[in-house]
């Protein structure tokens, strides 16, 4: 099993490998299948932030690696939804939300007891 990963973005990655007689299977850690090209000795998979790996033969080395542009207008949606008009935008900020920090995590009366000494002078007088 051999991993591939990009330390940040999306790259197209070809591998050198010797062939054989496994079926080549290229999955993520979910174990969902990738999409690879093979053509000869050479095997193409997508790689990005999120490891894959790669099974069924042995890899050799990095041949090629190219980088993936992803255009984007920055107004895109962050999460799409088949029927987005059931969704309303809060007009104004929540009251409970932004006033969170306001109030104390702990609520309660709780007895305090000062120590007057530490653990390591404890016993040495």
């Not at 984007?72 to 007009?91: H, N």
Request: proline residues 7%.
């Amino acid at each position: 099993m051999y991993p591939v990963w990009c330390v940040r973005g999306r790259q197209e990655v070809t591998l050198d490998r010797q062939g054989g007689g496994h079926p080549v299977v290229v999955r993520r850690l979910w174990q969902s299948r990738c999409p690879l090209a093979v053509e000869g000795e050479r095997l193409t998979v997508p790689g990005s932030d999120t490891p894959v790996y790669v099974t069924g033969t042995t890899i050799e080395g990095v041949a090629e690696r190219k980088p993936v542009e992803e255009k984007t207008d920055g107004r895109q949606p962050l999460v799409d939804f088949d029927k987005a008009g059931m969704l309303d935008v809060v007009p104004s900020a929540s009251q409970i939300l932004e006033h969170n920090w306001d109030y104390p995590r702990i609520k309660g009366t709780y007895a305090v007891d000062f120590v007057q000494e530490d653990g390591a002078q404890r016993g040495q007088d």
